[in-house]
C-alpha cells in the first residue's frame, strides 16, 4: 500500500508544517500519487461517487469557508497555459492578503506554502486546498476532500465538469463547481443538475480568423507579424473568455454561438466581417489589425456581428480548391466537434476546401506522425484542434514540406511561439493566451472569495445568481 502511506504522509507533513514560523498559515496539498501506482481505493475513500444522487440545491448550504483549486499536472512549467492559470487564481490570492510563499516539490505534485498577510480580510477560517488531477482519478481527487472538507468552490484549471460534478453531487451537494471549458452538451446538463456554477469558455468561431488566414496563404496572400509579409513572424491570435454564472446566462450565450450547420442559417462569425484584415490596400490589412479585432471579442462585440449577420450574403473563393486536412484528438468533445463542423461545413464551402480524411492523434499517432501522414494525402493546409507537446515537430516537420500548418483552439505560450514562429509555412495559433486565461481564472476566483466575505459579512449567498438577461 505504498500509495496509501504516500498520502498520508503528505496530509501529516502539511498538518505538522501549520506550526512553521516561516509563515502564519500553511493550507494542506490533497497529493494523489502516479496512475502506475496500485492502491486499494475502498481502504482510503469515504462515500460511494459511483451511486446518482441529485439532491435539492441550495447554493453553498453546508459549506465551510474553504476552496479547492484542482490543478492539471502541467503546472509548475514554466509559460505553460495551466501555470498561468494558477498565477491567476494566486492573483485574487494576494489582492485579499493571501501569499503564496513557496512550494515544495512531491512525487507527483507540489505542496503549496501560503502566508496570511496583515491586511488580510478574508475570513478567519479560510482555508484554501490544492487537489492534484495528474491521475485523472476522480474518486481519489474529490470524494474523500470533500466529504471531509465541505469546500464551498471547486475551481479547476480543465474538465471541471468531467472529473468533479458527480462527486460534488454525490458528496457535497452545495459546493460550486467552476471551470473553464466550452459550450457542450455535458456543461449545460450540469448548469441544469447544479453540478456546475461557473464557466468561462471561448466561443465556437473564435477559430475563423486562423483559418482564413491559412486560405489566403496558400493564394499566396499571407498575413504575418511585423507586415512583413512572406518574411514576418507567424500570428499569434487570443480571443477573450465569457464568463457564464447560470444556465439561463448560458443559454443567452449559447444562443448566439452558431457554425452555421442548418441550411441557410449564418453562423456568428462570416468570411466577410474578416475579409478586411487580407484585402490590399485595406487600412485593416495588417497583423495588428487582426489581433487587436480578436483581442476584443467580448459577448457584447461577438453579439452585435451575429445580429447583423442575420441575413448577410458571402462571397466565396473561386477557382481550384484548397486540400485541407484536420488533425483532431482521439476522443472528440462536443467542443471540438463545433470546430471540426463549423471548418468541414461553412468555412470549407466559403474558402473553397476539399476536406482530406481527418487524422486523429493517439498515443501512438501522435502530431508529427499524423503530420506526415496529411503531407502524403496531398495537404495544401493543416490545422490542428490537437493541443500537445508534439505539436512544435508536426510544424517543423510541414514547413519542411512547403505545407501551412495553423494551430486552432490553443494561443501559443512564448516558449512554443518563439520557437516556431520564424517558419514560413506556419501560419499561427488563436485560441486565449495565457494572459487572458490569467485574467479570467483571477476572475473566477475573485467571485468566490466575495463570497466567502459576504457569508463571513452575515450577507445570504444561498440564492444564487440571478442572471438578468439583455
Not at 313 to 334: A, H, R, W, Y
Amino acid at each position: 500500500m505504498k500509495m496509501k502511506k504516500a498520502i498520508l504522509s503528505v496530509l501529516s507533513a502539511a498538518a505538522i508544517a501549520t506550526t512553521c514560523t516561516s509563515c502564519d498559515d500553511l493550507f494542506l496539498f490533497i497529493s494523489v500519487g502516479s496512475s502506475s501506482s496500485e492502491v486499494n481505493s475502498s481502504e482510503i475513500i469515504s462515500g460511494d461517487s459511483s451511486q446518482e444522487i441529485i439532491p435539492s440545491y441550495i447554493p453553498f448550504e453546508n459549506t465551510k469557508n474553504s476552496i479547492f483549486f484542482a490543478l492539471y499536472n502541467y503546472y509548475g512549467q514554466d509559460g505553460q497555459h495551466f501555470t498561468n492559470r494558477w498565477l491567476g487564481m494566486k492573483d485574487a490570492l494576494a489582492n485579499h492578503g493571501i501569499t503564496v510563499t513557496g512550494d515544495s516539490y512531491e512525487k507527483d505534485a507540489k505542496k503549496f506554502k501560503i502566508k496570511r498577510e496583515d491586511n488580510c480580510d478574508l475570513p478567519a477560517d479560510a482555508k484554501i486546498y490544492m487537489v492534484n488531477n495528474q491521475t485523472w482519478d476522480t474518486g481519489l481527487q474529490f470524494t474523500k476532500p470533500l466529504t471531509n472538507y465541505k469546500p464551498m468552490a471547486v475551481i479547476s484549471t480543465c474538465n471541471g465538469v468531467e472529473f468533479a460534478s458527480a462527486q460534488i453531487k454525490a458528496n457535497s451537494p452545495g459546493t460550486q463547481n467552476a471551470t473553464m471549458g466550452g459550450f457542450s452538451v455535458n456543461y449545460r446538463n450540469a448548469f441544469a443538475d447544479n453540478s456546475l456554477a461557473y464557466l468561462t469558455g471561448k466561443y465556437s468561431c473564435n477559430i475563423a480568423p486562423i483559418v482564413a488566414a491559412g486560405a489566403n496563404a496558400v493564394r499566396g496572400n499571407p498575413l504575418r507579424v511585423n507586415d512583413g509579409g512572406a518574411d514576418g513572424d507567424a500570428l499569434r491570435l487570443s480571443v477573450t473568455q465569457w464568463s457564464m454564472k447560470s444556465l439561463e446566462e448560458y443559454d443567452y450565450y449559447k444562443s448566439i454561438d452558431v457554425v452555421g450547420n442548418e441550411e441557410g442559417v449564418n453562423p456568428t462569425i462570416m468570411k466577410a466581417d474578416i475579409d478586411k484584415f487580407f484585402t490590399k490596400g485595406s487600412e485593416f490589412n495588417t497583423a495588428q489589425a487582426l489581433t487587436e479585432w480578436c483581442a476584443n471579442s467580448t459577448f457584447e462585440n461577438i453579439k452585435s456581428i451575429y445580429d447583423a449577420n442575420r441575413n448577410a450574403q458571402d462571397t466565396p473563393f473561386t477557382g481550384e480548391k484548397i486540400k485541407v486536412g484536420l488533425l483532431v484528438p482521439g476522443s472528440v468533445n462536443d467542443t471540438v466537434q463545433a470546430n471540426i463542423d463549423y471548418i468541414s461545413g461553412y468555412l470549407s464551402k466559403v474558402y473553397n476546401f476539399e476536406m482530406l480524411t481527418k487524422e486523429e492523434i493517439t498515443s501512438s499517432n501522435d502530431q508529427k506522425k499524423a503530420c506526415i501522414a496529411m503531407c502524403n494525402k496531398g495537404a495544401q493546409l493543416i490545422i490542428s484542434l490537437q493541443d500537445d507537446t508534439n505539436r512544435n515537430s508536426a510544424i517543423a516537420e510541414a514547413n519542411s514540406r512547403g505545407v501551412y500548418f495553423a494551430n486552432a483552439g490553443t494561443c501559443q505560450n512564448d516558449m512554443d511561439y518563439a520557437a516556431t514562429k520564424d517558419y514560413k509555412y506556419f501560419v499561427g495559433s488563436i485560441g486565449s493566451s495565457i494572459e487572458e486565461e490569467r485574467r479570467a481564472t483571477r476572475e473566477m476566483t475573485e467571485y468566490y472569495l466575495q463570497k466567502m466575505i459576504d457569508r463571513a459579512n452575515g450577507i445570504d449567498i444561498t440564492k444564487g445568481t440571478v442572471f438578468e438577461g439583455q
